[in-house]
């Protein structure tokens, strides 16, 4: 990339970085509403610091994640957002970068110090900090203070490694936690009423039950999780997965055994034996075989992230119904005895909203993402674009697409049932 200049279109590109967050508080809200909800605020704040900044926000400069990131040692699924954002850094594709909770990511120190330390290698400008951290002093300041502080937490968490490490070879529960359907806070002892369902899952299961059917009879039967919350398919498949109810410990996500290679025997007492567990796994595991060869070739559906149902307003997302590509209410998965069917022929709507898509290109007289063409070629352009770019395009210009009931009869496409609601850009 070349150097920027004070009046290029380069020198007032800025990227941004947020996740959900209010701004009193650093924990993301509880449903996935709330946290889309959170998001947009946070978006909002970034868009409005640009635009007093005289900056332009890029639609493919947008980074998110679910949580705050945790450094270098964090997990890359758990914030892919904050690693795509310093891979763009480390590329010098993004030069400046608004952080509308800059304060709150301080808190986070590994990140911060990771940050602080490829702004300055790669001369990238923050923005949203109370302090000028553009500032050579103050940028030290910070930096100092957030390894120092890294420094703590990695010393204190290898301890606490060590300390766990210790716990797993003898068998011992970690203790404290989450309380697990089955037994009582810290794993102490068994809740034989609960106890007894885990036994009645696993040999359900293992007899052929699947784990929708299983999760739809416990609920009926109003036996709730350890949380008092209505048992999932995947809730059910968790249970059956954990070796915890067989009374074996686990250490980073694998088995622990003795340097014979058997099993470490835990502290606790198990609801299943081991053999049970066992062949719950296998039949898992072919079952899963079963449906991967029957799977059908993956389709991508660029408009899954952006399509909401006007009667329930949940997400609508892509799949296969009667051997066609829908778009389809997500509460139709639900286990609930009702729930809201609405779909729509994906190819159909697909076709609609690039035909919108392009025209909004055609009418551009700059290039509003990388790599796609604007203006009189954006038509032809179009073909070539791959899914995901067609996915980019449609996020930049559109905040959502909401389907409502169809007035035609199902083998007609009815356009009236779609409503396109722009995504509103900074101007200037």
């Known amino acids: ?3 920027s200049t004070p009046g290029s279109d380069t020198a007032r590109r800025a990227a941004v970085y947020c996740w959900p967050s209010s701004p009193s508080r650093s924990a993301g809200p509880g449903t996935a509403r709330d946290r889309r909800a959170a998001l947009d605020v946070q978006l909002a704040l970034a868009y409005e610091q640009a635009a007093v900044l005289g900056l332009a926000v ?3 400069q947008v980074f998110t994640d679910s949580r705050p990131p945790a450094g270098p040692t964090g997990s890359e699924r758990a914030t892919p957002g904050w690693r795509s954002l310093l891979a763009s850094v480390r590329r010098r594709e993004v030069r400046r970068l608004l952080l509308p909770q800059a304060e709150q990511l301080e808190r986070h120190a590994c990140a911060f110090a ?8 790669y001369d990238l400008r923050l923005y949203g900090h109370p302090r000028d951290v553009n500032d050579p002093e103050v940028r030290e300041e910070l930096l100092e203070r957030a390894e120092r502080t890294a420094r703590s937490a990695r010393e204190a968490s290898a301890r606490a490694r060590r300390a766990h490490r210790r716990a797993a070879a003898e068998g011992r529960t970690h203790g404290g936690g989450l309380r697990r359907f089955g037994y009582t806070t810290g794993m102490t002892a068994l809740i034989e009423e609960e106890a007894e369902v885990v036994r009645e899952v696993f040999a359900r299961f293992l007899a052929g039950d699947s784990l929708r059917a299983l999760a739809v009879d416990l609920n009926a039967r109003q036996i709730a999780t350890a949380y008092g919350n209505r048992w999932t398919v995947s809730g059910v498949g968790r249970l059956l997965e954990a070796p915890r109810y067989a009374g074996l410990r686990v250490l980073d996500g ?11 025997t835990a502290d606790w007492p198990p609801c299943v034996s ?6 719950a796994q296998q039949l898992r595991d072919e079952r899963a075989r079963a449906r991967a060869a029957n799977r059908r070739p993956r389709r991508e559906y660029p408009l899954t992230s952006l399509l909401r149902c006007t009667r329930c307003e949940r997400h609508m997302v892509g799949s296969t119904i009667g051997g066609y590509p829908t778009y389809a209410c997500t509460s139709s998965s639900s286990l609930d005895a009702e729930h809201c069917s609405r779909h729509i022929a994906a190819e159909s709507l697909e076709a609609h909203v690039a035909e919108r898509a392009i025209a909004l290109l055609e009418a551009q007289s700059v ?11 954006a038509r032809f352009g179009w073909s070539r674009l791959s899914p995901g770019r067609r996915a980019a395009v449609f996020r930049h210009f559109f905040a959502s697409i909401r389907i409502s009931a169809s007035s035609t009869s199902r083998s007609v496409f009815d356009p009236s049932r779609i409503e396109l609601l722009p995504r509103r850009h900074p101007t200037g």
């Not at 694998?254 to 470490?264: E, K, L, N, Q, W």
């Not at 993402?369 to 203006?375: C, F, I, M, Q, S």
């Open 254 to 264: 694998t088995i622990v055994r003795a340097p014979d290679g058997s099993y470490v």
């Open 114 to 121: 990771e940050l602080l330390e490829l702004a300055t290698e």
């Open 274 to 279: 081991v053999a049970d567990w066992e062949a």
């Open 1 to 3: 990339m070349p150097p």
């Open 58 to 60: 890029a639609g493919d």
């Open 367 to 377: 290039p509003v993402l990388d790599g796609v063409p604007v203006g009189p070629a």
